[in-house]
């Protein structure tokens, strides 16, 4: 790894390293190991999933380059996916390379950590003589050698609609999971959360559509309130992840408490009032996002409002429902009104 040239051949940046590992010991020796091979840059390490996203948000926020995360599979508060998904779905650490170095040999975290995007899943080795040998292995692959793309442009827009489209995905592994673990319910049921998950990856598909639409075509402030929602909804989404990795969902009104609470900070005024603010730059995309967002909603609250036996439930199924219609007539109403301006002309800072 050689540190990334800074804007106009001003020199070059130190490497930056981030390390995901709960184990003090563990963390300390692959840093002095790496030390001791020649590395000149920054380690910072982090015992739980949510310090590292919250730096790697941070870092990322300021405009630092990462060039490697290393994640241990099983840590206090999660799973190392999430670290790899997180940092998927960012663009400055897009295309950083990501290794997870676990004692887990789970063949089903093996698989999904390389689905989610990680470059090699190394496993740790017993004795810390062999575990020495697996970093220097590491470091010789992925930080002496290793050259990287420059550091693609962050443009706020297009990483928060890689951040939606990565929870949208989490959202159709959360019905999905549900289905299997109602897999005893009447096939009905069964197909409602199947056909959820479908709905869900169809709208991840759906944003990519939106790859010409950029920052400049929305308003700071309402960018910001955009950025706000998205911290809530992914709030949401790892509290219901986490339950969930504690035990499996046993009944229907379990499982219609936990989708509900994935929606609990949704607002459909903000929701709509960036869809019409953005309209001109990609109108059928976002007419598409409208619809196929309302109707997931719908879809969503109707099901379990004619299921579920809990009142309150039913009730917060009803406002879903209703906040699906909400959004269709406010995206209307946004757009009716006068136009707003564009590129260049926009106040960026309104």
């Known amino acids: 790894m050689r540190g990334q040239q800074t804007p106009e051949g001003a020199g ?5 390293i981030v390390h995901v590992e709960d184990d003090p010991d563990l963390a300390s020796m692959v840093q002095d190991a790496f030390e001791r091979f020649g590395f000149r840059g920054t380690t910072h390490t982090f015992a739980t999933v949510g310090e590292a996203l919250a730096w790697i948000d941070a870092a990322s926020a300021r405009g630092e380059p990462i060039d490697l995360i290393i994640t241990d599979m099983r840590l206090p508060d999660g799973l190392g996916l999430e670290v790899v998904r997180h940092a998927r779905h960012r663009r400055p650490t ?24 990680a470059n090699a899943f190394v496993a740790k080795s017993g004795s810390r003589r062999a575990m020495l040998d697996v970093v220097r292995t590491l470091y010789e692959h992925w930080v002496e050698d290793a050259r990287l793309p420059p550091s693609p442009h962050a443009d706020r827009l297009q990483d928060l609609l890689a951040r939606v489209a990565a929870g949208r995905g989490r959202h159709a592994d959360f019905f999905l999971r549900v289905a299997n673990d109602l897999s005893g319910e009447d096939e009905e049921e069964l197909g409602f959360w199947l056909a959820s998950a479908l709905r869900e990856a169809n ?4 944003l990519s559509f939106l790859r010409n639409v950029t920052e400049r075509d929305l ?22 992840e986490r339950l969930m990795q504690r035990a499996p969902i046993s009944t229907r009104e379990e499982a219609y408490r936990r989708a509900l609470a994935l929606e609990r900070s949704r607002d459909a005024a903000t929701i709509a009032r960036a869809i019409a603010y953005a309209f001109p730059a990609a ?31 039913r009730e917060r199924a009803a406002q879903i429902t209703r906040d699906a219609g909400q959004l269709e007539d406010l995206v209307r109403a946004e757009i009716a009104r006068e136009p707003r301006p564009r590129g260049g002309d926009r106040l960026i800072g309104a």
Do not use: K
């Open 12 to 16: 070059t940046s130190r490497p930056v």
């Open 94 to 117: 897009s295309r950083t390379p990501i290794l997870v170095l676990s004692g887990d040999p789970d063949p089903q975290h093996v698989e999904s950590a390389y689905s989610l995007g």
């Open 203 to 206: 709208l991840a598909n759906l």
């Open 219 to 240: 308003s700071n402030g309402l960018l910001l309130a955009l950025e706000a929602l998205e911290r809530g909804l992914e709030h949401d989404l790892d509290e219901v």
């Open 283 to 313: 109108p059928a995309g976002l007419a598409a996002l409208r619809d196929v967002i309302s109707g997931n909603l719908r879809a969503l609250g109707t099901w379990i409002e004619a299921h579920a036996t809990e009142p309150a439930t």
